[in-house]
């Protein structure tokens, strides 16, 4: 195969090295950094360019740092560990001004970037997988090969679910009804580890009782059950009762629920969200919330004002709703399907602020309510620049403005990035 040598130009936002050969075709190269002049093999086509492999890294950069991880470059979980983390958080931070940029807001005010620490991920969802010896790997899925990379270790989650890894593989071993692929999603709670296996097969009576020993010897008050592909989870063991707090007030989250990936990052778009809010808000101020979850947020915001909720997941509004009666939280949460069903300018009529925390495809549907709405403030929590960028243009072309954003790394060493944006309408 020929090589080539080349500059890097840029990390593309996958985070891989990017340069342009001679000819002008883009290279995507994982592993290199800008700057760097490196040795590549092209490979692929890809939609806008071709993929190549790192051959050696001629020419380093200071901004490389020595990857700390074993399961570095192959696990498909971090793709970032080979640079030093002030770089690595100032590229956060400026793809965040880009994406602003590409809204129309080219002055936009940027924080400096909350980098979550090593070893807090709280939620994780690990690919499993039978082999032909009958022998397990779980792990997260290898970076671009069909496999799994089997951790013995991992830097980024919580020691506690680390330390499930080999106990879960021995006993998901025994399963019959693992056939050949599962996924575990591991939510640490307050309460402990809370297990969602995802099996290519119906758990047969054997089984059920493997899954209670396991949850007995290793202290997980909940372990439950769903089709690999389909719906409808069961709670195939429980041995205490599961509940999360925000602000204070327990919430006992479904199996599999979304949580903030980590307490730290929580707490940061939480400050953030709050510091988005008009500074003067009267304790009977309404303040309306959309994609709200189990109530991450709603509980923090109940104690600036009344909430009015809105979330599409059933189970999730029952959570928030049931959490909020008890504890006589200004809550009250409403199913709502908002990509069906969005808002309208209408009902928004009277709300002294609004947040909105959308899932990765973001809220196309809902902004141009928004937009035209008579809302002074909308703080936007994104986890996704291109849905925000598009989603931002809407807000900027009705006369809103940036009052202040903050970039969030919730997801440490990998190419994800999260933002709380307060907009504001000038008066
Ligand atoms: C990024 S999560 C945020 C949840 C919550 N704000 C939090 O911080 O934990 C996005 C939420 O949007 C909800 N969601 C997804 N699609 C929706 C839709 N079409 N209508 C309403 N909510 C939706 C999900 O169920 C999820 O709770």
């Not at 994982?30 to 490979?43: C, D, F, N, Q, T």
């Not at 959490?323 to 209408?346: E, F």
């Not at 954003?405 to 919730?410: F, G, L, Y």
Request: net charge positive.
């Amino acid at each position: 195969m020929t090589t080539l040598e080349l500059t890097i130009t840029a990390l593309g936002a996958g985070g891989d090295g990017l340069a342009v050969t001679p000819d002008g075709t883009r290279l995507f190269v994982p592993g290199a950094l800008p700057g760097e002049r490196v040795r590549v093999a092209p490979g692929a086509r890809r939609g806008d360019g071709m993929a190549a492999v790192l051959e050696a890294v001629l020419d380093p950069v200071p901004a490389r740092a020595e990857p700390p991880c074993p399961h570095f470059p192959r696990c498909g979980g971090c793709t970032l560990q080979h640079m030093a983390l002030a770089p690595y958080a100032g590229w956060k931070r400026d793809r965040l001004a880009e994406a602003l940029r590409r809204a129309g807001f080219p002055d936009a005010p940027v924080a400096e970037t909350f980098v979550t620490p090593p070893q807090t991920r709280r939620r994780a969802d690990l690919a499993v997988r039978r082999q032909a010896d009958g022998s397990i790997l779980l792990g997260f899925h290898a970076r671009g090969a069909a496999t799994v990379e089997n951790l013995s270790t991992c830097l980024v989650l919580d020691p506690a679910l680390v330390a499930l890894f080999d106990p879960l593989r021995a006993m998901l071993r025994g399963l019959q009804s693992l056939r050949r692929e599962g996924s575990a999603v591991l939510n640490l709670l307050d309460t402990g580890p809370d297990l969602l296996l995802r099996l290519d097969g119906e758990p047969n009576a054997v089984d059920r009782a493997a899954i209670a020993a396991f949850a007995s010897a290793q202290r997980l008050p909940r372990i439950a059950g769903a089709p690999l592909k389909g719906s409808g989870t069961e709670n195939l063991a429980q041995i205490g009762p599961v509940s999360i707090a925000f602000a204070g007030v327990p919430v006992a989250p479904p199996p599999g629920a979304f949580l903030q990936a980590t307490p730290q990052g929580e707490a940061a778009i939480v400050a953030a969200v709050l510091e988005g809010l008009p500074g003067k808000l009267t304790g009977k101020a309404r303040i309306a919330e959309l994609h709200a979850g189990l109530g991450t947020l709603s509980f923090p915001l109940a104690q600036r004002g009344r909430v009015a909720a809105f979330e599409g997941s059933a189970e999730a509004v029952a959570a928030l709703d049931a959490a909020a009666r008890r504890a006589g939280a200004r809550i009250s949460a409403t199913r709502r399907d908002l990509v069906r069903q969005p808002l309208s300018a209408k009902e928004l009529e009277g709300f002294a602020a609004l947040v909105l925390d959308p899932p990765f495809a973001g809220a196309a549907d809902q902004m141009p309510a928004l937009a035209r709405s008579s809302l002074s403030r909308i703080v936007y929590v994104s986890c996704n620049p291109v849905a925000l960028s598009r989603d931002g243009k809407l807000l900027q072309q009705a006369g809103w403005r940036v009052a202040q954003a903050t970039p969030i790394d919730q997801f440490l060493w990998s190419s994800q990035l999260e933002a709380v944006v307060a907009f504001e309408r000038p008066r």
